[in-house]
């Protein structure tokens, strides 16, 4: 695909860009991904990339396995998942994989099998079975948020760095949108002018969504006969089985899901990450929250993160992304725009001084300057946006075909610390608390450093060191 950038200047040098970084180490950015950069899979009998499958139904599972095994040079090989039920219905799919509960098991006795794993689990145990993967050398498809505790999106950066010829992929669909893929090459090419503000917001947690809005703990019962409770808390500390809880409900507990903002991160902060290599980590974060139960997450949740900015890309040192769940918008007539409706309950909008851009999560591209409107994929100079497949492009780029892929975990870890840190902070309501990621610790609480950076590991399943 041919990349354009817009100029203002055609003197200015251009950008250095982090991609350009990414591919010198061999791990793939944003742009197009060059022929020959990935890890070759090794020869096989039939030729295809043989996949693993790890939680094989769920909210995504069966979306995930199902259109990669509709690649014509990828199969699923092998199905795991801790529901007895859910594997039975997967194997309908995919009569000759072989099965499991404990994905241990898999890499334990049958890693010589599969090339490549999806992790399609609940948040809580992404990180295990990622790094696990990554250490037996295979290539993986995460679903998002990437990782469940800040500390994992440094073991996650530390193993992609550490293993450069895998490829990684996080949960991003929605980056198929001409109008989606528009908005970075807006924002990359600065047509907008400095950067002054972000802002997005979902509409989740709401109803008819797979959140628990009772808040109510009820009495332990006996798990579902088809359900390894045990495997399915992974990481976590025993606990009985609760109503509420399996198959969706989790999201909205503390100890396995990671609320509305975790679970729409990926989804509506995308955009201004891929725009702006420079925000890399930032240096405070403030949730304001109705206090948290010790249970559940709280919500409405309406959090600033900023970030410390030196580029000409930014009108100041220090650029703030608000992030807000439960649909809470900002005022349109406060970021210049006039009166009317926002295309979206999950959306994205990055104020500039020459305009601002306006993002739904489904494609639609709105650019305002001066109280006009331009309809985004207007714009002139764009490239062509050619139909992309998302989880294809992982397979395609596994295998050395020049593609797009979006969304990488290196990329992938810097959107999810940012949903991450919005969403922890919620336990300190409005509190700013000060973030040093290389320290794993807010400098100014040594509470939260104690409480909502990491977990303790239950023993058996604790992330393996890669590199």
């Not at 197009?32 to 909210?59: C, D, E, F, M, Y």
């Not at 992929?169 to 950067?195: D, F, T």
């Amino acid at each position: 695909m041919h990349r354009f950038h817009f100029t203002k200047d055609k003197t200015m040098p251009p950008r250095l860009s982090r991609r350009e970084f990414i591919r010198s180490t061999g791990a793939a950015g944003l742009g197009v991904a060059t022929v020959g950069w990935s890890r070759v899979v090794p020869a096989q009998s039939n030729s295809k990339l043989r996949v693993l499958s790890i939680g094989v139904v769920g909210t995504i599972g069966a979306k995930d396995r199902k259109t990669v095994a509709e690649h014509p040079s990828a199969e699923i090989v092998g199905l795991c998942d801790v529901d007895e039920e859910y594997l039975a219905e997967a194997a309908e799919d995919h009569p000759d994989a072989f099965t499991c509960k404990d994905y241990r098991t898999a890499f334990a006795d049958r890693a010589d099998e599969f090339d490549a794993v999806i992790v399609a689990t609940p948040d809580h145990s992404h990180a295990t079975i990622m790094l696990t993967a990554l250490a037996h050398d295979k290539h993986v498809y995460g679903q998002k948020p990437l990782v469940h505790q800040l500390e994992e999106i440094v073991l996650i950066e530390r193993a992609i760095a550490a293993k450069p010829d895998l490829v990684t992929q996080v949960g991003n669909q929605r980056m198929v949108y001409p109008g989606r893929r528009a908005a970075v090459e807006i924002l990359r090419s600065g047509v907008l002018g400095k950067a002054v503000a972000g802002y997005a917001w979902t509409g989740s947690p709401n109803r008819g969504s797979y959140f628990n809005f009772d808040r109510e703990l009820s009495g332990p019962l006996s798990p579902p006969e088809s359900l390894d409770w045990d495997l399915w808390l992974g990481p976590c500390a025993e606990r009985p089985y609760r109503e509420h809880l399996v198959p969706t409900k989790w999201r909205s507990w503390w100890d396995f899901g990671s609320g509305g903002l975790g679970d729409w991160g990926v989804h509506v902060l995308d955009v201004i990450f891929f725009g702006y290599d420079e925000l890399l980590s930032p240096i405070a974060v403030t949730t304001h929250a109705p206090a948290a139960a010790d249970t559940f997450h709280t919500r409405p949740c309406q959090s600033t993160i900023t970030y410390a900015v030196d580029s000409e890309n930014f009108a100041r040192k220090f650029f703030p992304l608000h992030y807000s769940d439960s649909n809470q918008r900002p005022s349109r007539a406060a970021l210049g725009l006039p009166a009317g409706e926002w295309a979206g309950s999950n959306m994205t909008v990055v104020v500039c001084e020459g305009g601002v851009l306006a993002l739904s999560a489904g494609g639609g591209l709105e650019i305002w300057r001066d109280g006009t409107m331009t309809d985004g994929l207007e714009m002139p100079g764009l490239p062509e946006f050619p139909e992309l497949n998302h989880w294809h492009a992982w397979v395609d780029t596994i295998l050395g075909v020049e593609t797009e892929l979006r969304t990488p975990f290196v990329d992938g870890a810097r959107i999810t610390e940012a949903a991450l840190l919005a969403v922890k902070a919620s336990r300190f309501p409005g509190q700013e608390l000060r973030w040093d990621k290389a320290a794993l610790a807010f400098t100014n609480n040594d509470e939260a450093t104690a409480t909502i950076v990491k977990r303790n590991y239950r023993d058996g399943f604790a992330p393996p060191a890669v590199g």
